[in-house]
């Protein structure tokens, strides 16, 4: 299946499940078509350089329910942001003053002059000192058996 897919947390449950693991998959695809599977060798761009950006203790936020610590405002790229969300394209994340990583975001359209909008972000995976642009993100979980 093609396409973007999310199923939601009503749909997908696995907080506190006991005696039962899952695990995570994550690959990102560069607009060049490298294709990195998260782990160590792409740096936790979700806990960020510095403290306060780090998003791992960080609520999630939408544009509807705004959690991501702007208040009243967060300076992105030398621009005043009012809501990461409403910048991330409305999109939903773990938002600590908009962070160094968002795979929910968009898709970044090489052809297409967005500058002002937030793209799919993993900010430590870098070539030369700059962020990669990417294309694409796979999530997938599985159900790990647990020996009882």
Known sequence: MHGEHWLGLKK???VNQKDTRFQLHIALVSHDDITLHLGRYAGDAFRGYEQE???????FSTSDVDNDGCNP???????TVESCSTQHNHTGWWLNQCG????????????????KRM?????TWRQNGIPYTIKSVTMKIRWIATNN
């Open 119 to 123: 793209h799919i972000l993993w900010d």
């Open 12 to 14: 997908v449950y696995m």
């Open 73 to 79: 405002f967060c300076s992105i790229r030398n621009c």
């Open 100 to 115: 160094l990583a968002n795979l929910n975001g968009t898709p970044e359209d090489a052809e297409q002059n967005q500058e």
């Open 53 to 59: 950006q780090n998003q791992k203790t960080a609520p």
